[in-house]
């Protein structure tokens, strides 16, 4: 009997099973390989490390990253590209290299570094899912992280200031979305009619894009200008996920979401309250630490009380 499979990861919303690309990539590859996974959402009552997340565990194994984690399933022989030549194997290396390349970094900066949309969607959704009190930390260290990850790839001569970085990311994003819509044409997925490990990871990064509700839209618009990568998202969502997905209706969804906005108002209240004590003490006046005054004994006091301590 095989071991049993448990994936750790973030959960979903806005009809996706998880709202985080990993995971998704991970979660999508077991259904097209078959890999019989229990998948463990992380709440609030997780106590592992959310930056290792997805994490695979076995009888004897603990697998994180989305690579990783397809080669262990692979060796378990749950292959989704036992069907592919030796071209389309290099293919998809070749196409996941330009998404992590290409694209990763303007999903970045739409999740973690916009404004707009990190404290309306992005900020609000994670501290849900995190403990008190580091659902008021965690966040944004996250949010650094995820900038210090574009300039460290992409802040290089000539593109020193941040704008022109981003300016760069979301063009390269455009024209990696652009090539991925050429590649698939007209097909349901990027080999044919079986879903293979490109599958999985195209689906992984461009779902939340399409489907996040983001203030600041400027590449989920140039996304569902192509048609048929979001045809391609919609139908793996359908044909493989419709099952955990369909237990949630229109107004159970208008609930999420409404409940999601409360709780966006109140991570920042709790925020804002935090600053404003940093503030407060910052400015407070600081006074030097008080010394206790000495006191000196005359000759007669000395002597008084040397008669007063012996036996």
Known sequence: ?????????????????????????????????????????????????????????????????????????????????????????????????????????????????????????????????????????????????????????????????????????????KECLNLLSNRLGTSQFFFGDTPSTLDAYVFGFLAPLYKVPFPKVQLQEHLKQLSNLCRFCDDILNSYFRLSLEGISPAGQETVDANLQKLTQLVNKESNLIEKMDDNLRQSPQLPPRKLPTLKLTPADEESNSLRLSP
Not at 129 to 138: A, K
């Open 1 to 173: 009997m095989a071991a049993p499979l448990e994936l750790s990861c973030w959960g979903g919303g806005w009809g996706l099973p998880s709202v985080h690309s990993e995971s998704l990539v991970v979660m999508a590859y077991a259904k097209f390989s078959g890999a019989p996974l229990k998948v463990n959402v992380i709440d609030n009552t997780w106590r592992g490390s959310r930056g290792d997340v997805p994490v695979l565990t076995s009888e004897d194994n603990t697998v994180s990253q989305p690579a990783k984690i397809l080669n262990f399933l692979r060796k378990q022989k749950y292959n989704a590209d036992y069907e592919l030549s030796a071209k389309q194997g290099a293919d998809t290396l070749a196409y996941i290299a330009l998404l992590e390349e290409k694209l990763l970094p303007a999903m970045l900066h739409t999740f973690w570094v916009e404004s707009d949309n990190y404290f309306s969607v992005t900020k609000p959704w994670f501290a849900s899912q995190i403990p008190f009190p580091l659902s008021l930390i965690l966040p944004g260290r996250m949010s650094k992280g995820a900038l210090n990850r574009i300039l460290l790839t992409r802040g290089e001569p000539p593109l020193y200031h941040l704008r022109e970085v981003e300016a760069q990311i979301y063009r390269d994003a």
